[in-house]
């Protein structure tokens, strides 16, 4: 993990997991997000710094149609 906390890969974690169980591809929900094709591909990515925002979790929530909370753990890490 290149700079990123493990509060923030969780995060990343979960939201990997939601789009490949949506068969979604990375370009795909980064186009729902209004971001760069590679964008998903570079908070996915273990070598990148790159991570999502809160206002990018509220998207996500929207997307997925659940709650920003469901990207958290239910424990501090």
Known sequence: MAGVTPIEQ???????????????????????????EGFIGDIESTTRNAKYSIRHLNELAK?????????????AI
């Open 10 to 36: 969780y995060v990343i974690d979960k939201v990997r997991k939601m789009r490949q169980e949506a068969n979604m591809s990375q370009a795909s929900l980064a186009a729902l997000l209004d971001q760069s």
């Open 63 to 75: 997307i997925f149609k659940c709650s920003p909370r469901d990207f958290l753990p239910d424990k």
